[in-house]
């Protein structure tokens, strides 16, 4: 017997996907909102790592995940000129043989959990929401904005970094904090001998392309902006251009030209994270994925984190014991993993704008990525 039996999950993202797609295998009947209509992760590509890989193959998306993105071991390190100077390896993931690491378009991880989720028997109804949340002893009512009201066991909210559910139950809450530094994603070409990610180190800003199918790589950049700063979407093939100048390898520079056809897809985001003390619940209703732990992108764990979240939260409900049980277990689980990944991406990314240590850049790195491929 589940804890609960009827659960709603209101996000349609890596997160709620999860977390859905996991309940249902355990039998619980679970509704899932999404207020996009078209139900489609925006944005380029995406870098996981081996135990977002192990993630993603628990769920069972991992051999799509293989087919309709790439993956690969290791990551090599260039200086600006193109010379070789070294790798970081990237440890398997106890309990599974999946490879050290990955990349794939956003839209396309988004459609392999979309498909799983439906396959999985999820009640999706995209394009709404909840308008209303009340909780009682033993049910939560929601009434939605299409006019229909619900009562439920449970309530999973994942609904991102600038959840609205966070700011009615965790007023209290600090909103995600800029950290001085912005990422440039471009999609590109990917040249036959790119097959595994690589990193240009020593120059003004870090460079690194990742392979995400066959054909393409992504590129990201990230720069240090002291000030969270508006930049005009029209200038952004130029200013990435310019970034890439002072590095003469001629992988980079051969891309350059590719930067401005429309289907590079440029983007730039300003880099936030943010951290909610735990308790992630406030009664029957439990918060997960970005809306309560949004990390920087420094070890590629952002939606690591919170697909194991949702792993970890059906795996506990799924357990013969109290609700207050099931969320203890799930925080003592999930608390320090998610502190671990934000406040080492942080300092890793203070080191960079800083120009600091490179040694202690190399040892916080290397420590993250062997607690990570622990068994969560
Ligand atoms: C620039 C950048 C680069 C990144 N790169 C990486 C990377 O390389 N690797 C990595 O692992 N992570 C990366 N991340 C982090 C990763 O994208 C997030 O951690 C992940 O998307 C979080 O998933 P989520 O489901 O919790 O939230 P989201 O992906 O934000 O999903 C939330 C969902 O909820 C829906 N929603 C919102 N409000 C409501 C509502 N009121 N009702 C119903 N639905 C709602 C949204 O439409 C969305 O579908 C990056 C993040 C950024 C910003």
Redesign the pocket.
């Known amino acids: 017997m589940t804890v609960v039996q009827k659960v709603l999950t209101?996000?349609?993202?890596?997160?709620?996907m999860a977390a859905s797609i996991q309940m249902r295998k355990a039998g619980i009947e679970v509704d899932l909102?999404?207020?996009?209509p078209n139900w489609r992760?925006e944005g380029t590509g995406?870098?996981?790592n081996g135990p977002?890989l192990r993630a993603l193959e628990t769920i069972g998306v991992f051999d799509e995940f293989a087919k309709r993105g790439f993956t690969s071991d290791g990551v090599d390190l260039f200086a600006p000129n193109g010379q070789r100077i070294g790798e970081i390896p990237t440890p398997k993931a106890v309990g599974s043989h999946v490879p050290g690491g990955g990349g794939i378009m956003r839209p396309e991880l988004g459609r392999i959990l979309a498909d799983a989720t439906r396959a999985a028997g999820v009640a999706v109804r995209v394009g709404c929401?909840?308008s209303r949340i009340e909780q009682c002893n033993d049910h939560v009512t929601v009434a939605f904005n299409d006019g229909t009201t619900d009562s439920y066991d449970f309530v999973v909210g994942?609904?991102?970094?600038n959840s609205?559910l966070r700011e009615e139950l965790f007023p209290e809450a600090k909103p995600p904090q800029y950290i001085g530094q912005g990422?440039w994603r471009a999609v590109l070409p990917r040249p036959a001998d790119v097959v595994r990610p690589r990193m240009w180190l020593g120059g003004p800003v870090k460079v690194g392309v990742n392979p995400v199918s066959p054909t393409h790589m992504y590129m990201f950049i990230t720069e240090a902006r002291p000030e969270k700063q508006h930049l005009d979407p029209t200038t952004w093939p130029q200013l990435v251009d310019r970034m890439l100048e002072p590095f003469s390898d001629p992988v980079l520079q051969s891309r350059r030209p590719d930067l401005f056809a429309a289907n590079a897809a440029i983007d730039y985001?300003p880099?936030a994270n943010l951290l909610v003390p735990a308790p992630w619940n406030r009664g029957r209703v439990i918060l997960i994925?970005?809306?309560v732990a949004?990390t920087t992108?420094h070890l590629?764990?952002?939606?690591?984190i919170?697909i194991e979240g949702g792993i970890v939260l059906a795996e506990e409900l799924a357990k013969p014991q109290t609700l207050q049980q099931a969320l203890d277990e799930f925080h003592r689980r999930r608390w320090d993993r998610c502190r671990m990944v934000i406040e080492n991406s942080e300092k890793l990314c203070r080191i960079e704008m800083e120009n600091g240590d490179k040694a202690e850049h190399a040892r916080i790195m290397r420590e993250s990525v062997i607690l990570l491929t622990q068994p969560i």
Do not use: N, W
């Open positions: 209101i996000g349609g993202g890596f997160s709620g909102v999404e207020i996009d992760p995406i870098t996981v977002t929401t909840y994942a609904d991102g970094v609205k990422v985001r880099l994925g970005d809306a949004a992108p590629a764990s952002g939606a690591g919170g």
